[in-house]
Every structure is written in structure tokens, then in C-alpha cells.
């Protein structure tokens, strides 16, 4: 076994940036195209690829010839030889669509239920891409904007007044009553209208939120969605939803259910190794309210920003509830160089800054590394140890 360097694809997304992923990873910038995503992994919509005895190889087709070298005993066993993380780097010059993801029973059950109707798995209209559920966190590279998880229903109420359409004001007052049903019918009654009631409320509320946005982001997001977003009732997203400013290096966890929105940033996202998206609003792309609200949690969700707690000389990692991933940052100086623990998981690393080396048992030298470089390291692999003046983010499985 070996480290070995990946290829990635980068997602060409309407919303990404022409300048941070180009700079990452050394390219001409501004890009020809909007760069949005770069992913490092498995996942068949943009898989990695390792150069493996002179020839480009699919990583999937690495872990196949060598699972237990790769993933390690625990990983193969517990997930079915695959590795079940995704890694990325999201760079958003645009908001995204307002979104959550399934659960994994609801994953597998619309997957198959969409596999029975016959709907092909690149069509527009298709929900479920796959069978897995995609809890996911995200650490801001730069001050990073997002929407997370409903707001206290009387929050919502105090800041959607001053904007509420007509069309919404019967629904409004609902938010008071006891419980969240309140907050389930508003959401609803605003997905079902009409597109003309849609296009009459949004620029009624965008004249409204025009005389407040000096009073709060809040009302200034609202403004700036309405710009990129013209006609499109999920402007009404950022009273409805948690307002969110991360400082780089710190944390948000989305689980499933969670409803949300990326605004403005550049971060390094960990998931689980899924592409199921159900969208609500901010998007051109496919809306399926009644799936949607099948898979949205209506509880008002405080969002806890995480901070990265030490975890050996050198490294940080960044707590969260998933089984499937652990989201971790390297530090490396020349004074002190990083030297990774005997037992480990199959990582994946990102290079964000600096350049050094990295070195371990069975390789004839040192490999390089330095700014958008990313690596796989084999669990079968022993400990290895960085050098120089460099900082990477690492994906990896939770031990048992």
C-alpha cells in the first residue's frame, strides 16, 4: 500500500465561484466556467480517480481490488466495502437552492419507488439519485452565509409581519398556537400558491423588506435573494430560517430533515456518500412539495456553532453525531511536524495552505504536498508523519 494523489471533478454549478476552487487548485483564474464543488470520493456523479501502476484508475475501482488495505476491517464491515463519506469544497459567488435531505429509510424507500415508476436516475425530475441518507457539516474557508433550521415560531412571527403578503395573512397568525402545526400549514399554503400568487407576493414583500433592510440582515438577505431570484417565494426563507455567519474554521452540522440553504462562502463540506437533495424554493431545478414535506422537520432547531476540539499535537477535530465521517484539521510547522496515530481510518486530505512533505513506512520518498493537493491514505497503512509549514483538512470513519 501507498498514498496516493487524487483527480477530482469539479461540479459546474450555475451558483459557484469563477476564482476560489481556480486558486485552490492552481488553475487560470478567473475559470471559464462557475466552479461550485470539487469532490473527492466515490460518488458515481463525479467519482476520484488514482493513478495506480501507470494508468488513471476510478478510486471504487481501488477499494474493489483492495477493501480491507483501504477502508480498514471496521469500515468494510460496517459499510459494505464502500467508502461512505463524500468530501468537498464548496465555493458559493451565488445562493444555493433552499433544501433538505432524507433519512435513511426514506432515502431507501423513494429510491426504490422511483426505480418502480421508471424515472431514469439523471432525469430532472427524479428526487432520490441514490439509496443513502446525507447528514452532512460544513467548516467556512472564508465568513461564510447560510440558512439553518427553522427559527422559534414567535421569532418567525415578529419578523414576517412587517413582510407578510396578503396572501399569507391568514396563515400568519396560525404561528402562535401551540405546537408546530402552525408552522407546517404557513410553510405549505407558501409552497402551493400559485406562480402568479408566487410573483404578486414576492414583489409585494421585496417593496416591504425595501423600507427595512438597514434594520437587519435579515431583510438585507431578503433583498439580495429577491434580486437573484426573481418571483421566487423562498425568499421568505430568511425569517423563516436561521441566519447563519460562520468565521473561518467554524462548524455547522446539518442532519436529515434539516431545511437549509448555503447563502454566500467558501467551506469544506463532509457528507455522508449521497446526492439526495429535496429543494424548496431559490432554485430553477425541480421542486416536488408533497416529497418535500414528507421529509422536512417543522421544529424550530437552535443551531449550534461547533468548534474544533484538540484531538493530538497538530490536530483538531470537529464533533459531530454522524457514523459515518469525522471531520478533522492538520497543522503542521517546521518546528513541529505531524505524526498521524497507529490506528486510523481511510482518510482523505485536503491541502488549504503551505507546503510540506509526507512521509511514512513502505515509501521509497517523501511526497510532496502543498496547496490543492488532496490524498487518499489506506487505513493498512502505519502512522505517517507531515513536515514543513502546511494545513490540510481530513475526512475519515469514526472507530468503533
Given amino acids: 500500500m501507498q498514498i496516493y494523489r487524487l483527480e477530482n471533478v469539479i461540479q459546474p454549478y450555475a451558483w459557484g465561484s469563477r476564482t476560489a476552487i481556480a486558486e485552490l487548485t492552481g488553475q487560470s483564474v478567473p475559470s471559464e466556467h462557475p466552479q461550485a464543488e470539487l469532490w473527492m470520493g466515490t460518488h458515481p456523479k463525479g467519482p476520484s480517480t488514482v493513478l495506480y501502476h501507470g494508468a488513471r484508475l476510478p478510486l ?11 477502508l480498514g476491517k471496521s469500515t468494510v464491515e460496517k459499510f459494505d466495502s464502500a467508502l461512505p463519506y463524500l468530501f468537498k469544497v464548496l465555493a458559493a459567488a451565488q445562493p444555493l437552492s433552499i433544501q433538505a435531505h432524507p433519512s435513511r429509510s426514506q432515502a431507501q424507500e423513494g429510491f426504490e419507488r422511483e426505480n418502480r415508476m421508471g424515472i431514469p436516475l439523471d432525469a430532472p425530475d427524479r428526487n432520490y439519485r441514490d439509496s443513502n ?6 467548516c467556512a474557508l472564508t465568513s461564510f452565509f447560510g440558512l439553518n433550521g427553522f427559527r422559534a415560531t414567535e421569532e418567525i412571527h415578529r419578523l414576517m409581519t412587517p413582510v ?3 396572501v399569507l395573512e391568514k396563515a400568519l397568525p396560525e404561528l402562535l398556537k401551540p405546537g408546530n402545526q402552525g408552522l407546517r400549514n404557513l410553510f405549505e399554503t407558501m409552497m402551493k400558491l400559485s406562480e402568479d400568487q408566487k410573483e404578486s407576493a414576492c414583489r409585494e414583500i421585496t417593496e416591504k423588506a425595501g423600507l427595512l433592510k438597514n434594520s437587519s440582515p435579515v431583510y438585507e438577505w431578503m433583498i439580495k435573494l429577491a434580486g437573484a431570484y426573481p418571483g421566487d417565494i423562498g425568499i421568505l426563507s430568511t425569517v423563516l430560517l436561521n441566519l447563519i455567519r460562520l468565521e473561518p474554521g467554524q462548524t455547522m452540522y446539518l442532519p436529515a430533515g434539516q431545511l437549509h440553504a448555503y447563502l454566500d462562502g467558501v467551506g469544506i463540506e463532509l457528507m455522508a456518500n449521497s446526492d439526495n437533495v429535496l429543494r424548496g424554493g431559490l432554485t430553477p431545478k425541480h421542486v416536488d412539495v408533497e416529497e418535500l414535506m414528507r421529509v422536512v422537520r417543522f421544529t424550530p432547531t437552535p443551531v449550534d456553532i461547533i468548534q474544533a476540539n484538540p484531538l493530538r499535537p497538530g490536530e483538531t477535530v470537529y464533533p459531530c453525531p454522524a457514523e459515518e465521517f469525522a471531520l478533522g484539521r492538520i497543522q503542521a510547522t517546521p518546528e513541529r511536524p505531524y505524526v498521524s496515530s497507529k490506528k486510523r481510518s481511510v482518510e482523505l486530505l485536503l491541502c488549504t495552505s503551505g507546503e510540506g512533505t509526507i512521509c511514512c513506512e513502505g515509501l521509497t520518498e517523501e511526497m510532496t504536498v502543498a496547496r490543492g493537493d488532496s490524498l487518499l491514505v489506506p487505513a493498512g497503512l502505519s502512522d505517517y508523519a507531515l513536515n514543513g509549514e502546511v494545513t490540510l483538512y481530513k475526512a475519515s470513519v469514526p472507530l468503533p
Fill in 133 to 138: 441518507h446525507k447528514p452532512e457539516i460544513i
Fill in 164 to 166: 407578510c403578503p396578503k
Fill in 60 to 70: 471504487q475501482r481501488l477499494i474493489e481490488r483492495h477493501p480491507f488495505e483501504i
